[in-house]
Every structure is written in C-alpha cells, then in structure tokens.
Nanobody, 127 residues
C-alpha cells in the first residue's frame, strides 16, 4: 500500500480559494486511481472528486462542480484539489485516497473501493 500525506488545508473566508495536495511518502501514485473525500462533524465521509490513474478522466460530486478541480502530477507523485469559491458548507476534514488499478481510465466514487488513506487536512470556511 502507498503512504499518503495531505497538506494545504486552513482557514479561509467564503469566496476564497485553497489548494490541497496529497503526496506519496512511500510508493508511486502512477498505478493508482485517486480520490478526495471530506467529513464534516456529525456527518458521514462524503465523496468529493476522483481522477483516473492517467489523469484523463475526472468526476465530482454535484455540490463542487465548477468550483473544485482535481488534478495529478505523476512525475511529482502528487494529486491536487484546487478549491475555488469556497462556501461555509465546504468546511470539513479532507482526505485523499488511493486505489491500485490496472485500468488507465477508471475512477472510483465509493470509499470502500479505496485501499489507502491519508490522515486528513482540516479546511474551514468562515462566512
């Protein structure tokens, strides 16, 4: 399994932007489809975005479409989540996840489909 480390969270005002990063401290991400999830207090972990291992296909939960962008740089062994036009309801701990796959164009939306998880990074959006 790959070891994942998230960074880039913080406190931002509504309408602001943040970029989260997810780096592999051990292993390579090029054989993994990747995803971002979030969990707010009292809520279940929620799918946010996913990207295929070749980076060619992405998917988003409806509530972030047009505001968030998932991308990856396999040479840097890093996946990103660019978050723009942030809203207070985006406040949560954000987790990245990895799923080893042989399929270049496959992505995954369910948390149960992922093999490895990072420790999470807190993002707080004030109104």
């Amino acid at each position: 399994q790959v070891q994942l480390v998230e960074s880039g969270g913080g406190l931002v005002q509504a309408g602001g932007s943040l970029r989260l990063s997810c780096a592999a401290s051990e292993g390579t991400l090029s054989t993994y489809a990747m995803g971002w999830f979030r969990q707010a207090p009292g809520n279940e972990r929620e799918f946010v975005a996913a990207i295929s291992k070749n980076g060619g296909i992405t998917d988003y939960v409806d509530s972030v479409k047009g505001r968030f962008t998932i991308s990856r740089d396999n040479a840097k062994n890093t996946v990103y989540l660019q978050m723009n036009s942030l809203k207070p309801e985006d406040t949560a701990v954000y987790y990245c996840a990895a799923r080893r796959t042989i399929y270049s164009g496959r992505y995954y939306r369910l948390a149960s489909e992922y093999d490895s998880w990072g420790q999470g990074t807190q993002t707080s959006v004030s109104s």
